[in-house]
Antibody, heavy 115, light 107 residues
Framework: EVQLVESGGGLIQPGGSLRLSCAVSGFTVSKNYMNWVRQAPGKGLEWVSL???????YYADSVKGRFTISRDNSNDAVYLQMSSLRGEDTAVYYC?????????WGQGTLVTVSA | EIVLTQSPGTLSLSPGERATLSCRAS???????LAWYQQKPGQAPRLLIYGASSRATGIPDRFSGSGSGTDFTLTISRLEPEDFAVYYC????????FGQGTKVEIK
């Protein structure tokens, strides 16, 4: 059974940094495309970042230069390092598999950026 | 960036009725690269349809997708109680963007 479990969310002040983790089971991170997708409270979905199996990465314009996606193939985990956080980054962050559409999702972790 | 506009915002229907949800793109979606998701309160989205019309694994055949170019439709042939939720379309032909969602609520 495929499972994705996010962790690392919490309350952080504007300008701060936070690292989210996504632990996966039931498949191999090294052979899959992994994404982060976020959802602001009461709002719709926004794709944030993608890492290819060969390590190539992509970012939404809204987070480019501030967020970094990475993977640990030996531990089947994916990370999102977030810095220079802003109020508009407040959201539930989901880890999801897929190169283009997202077929498996975690339950999400809430990040709240507030003073 | 391709903007997706979903309509209506809210659809009030009874169990057993047919639901028709629309997703319109601001420019043509390459190769029908459009997906639909279902999201229930407090849950992650669930993939229903990809490639505009292909059902994801385990999705009942009462869900169907159609369309091309800029106009796409998700149809639920007969609503079951568990189908009342919010539905999102996503285009993945040019980067990735989502629509704002359509809520299907019990009338």
């Amino acid at each position: 059974e495929v499972q994705l479990v996010e962790s690392g969310g919490g309350l952080i002040q504007p300008g701060g940094s936070l690292r989210l983790s996504c632990a996966v089971s039931g498949f191999t991170v090294s052979k899959n495309y992994m994404n982060w997708v976020r959802q602001a409270p009461g709002k719709g979905l926004e794709w944030v970042s993608l890492t290819y199996s060969d390590g190539i990465t992509y970012y939404a314009d809204s987070v480019k230069g501030r967020f970094t996606i990475s993977r640990d193939n030996s531990n089947d985990a994916v990370y999102l390092q977030m810095s220079s956080l802003r109020g508009e980054d407040t959201a539930v962050y989901y880890c999801a598999t897929g190169r283009r559409y997202f077929d498996y999702w975690g339950q999400g972790t809430l990040v709240t950026v507030s003073a | 960036e391709i903007v997706l506009t979903q309509s209506p915002g809210t659809l009030s229907l009874s169990p057993g009725e047919r639901a028709t949800l629309s997703c319109r793109a601001s420019q043509s979606v390459m190769s029908g690269f459009l997906a639909w998701y279902q999201q229930k309160p407090g849950q992650a989205p669930r993939l229903l349809i990809y490639g505009a019309s292909s059902r994801a694994t385990g999705i009942p055949d009462r869900f169907s997708g159609s369309g091309s170019g800029t106009d796409f439709t998700l149809t639920i042939s007969r609503l079951e109680p568990e189908d009342f939720a919010v539905y999102y379309c996503q285009q993945y032909g040019s980067s990735s963007t989502f629509g704002q969602g359509t809520k299907v609520e019990i009338k």
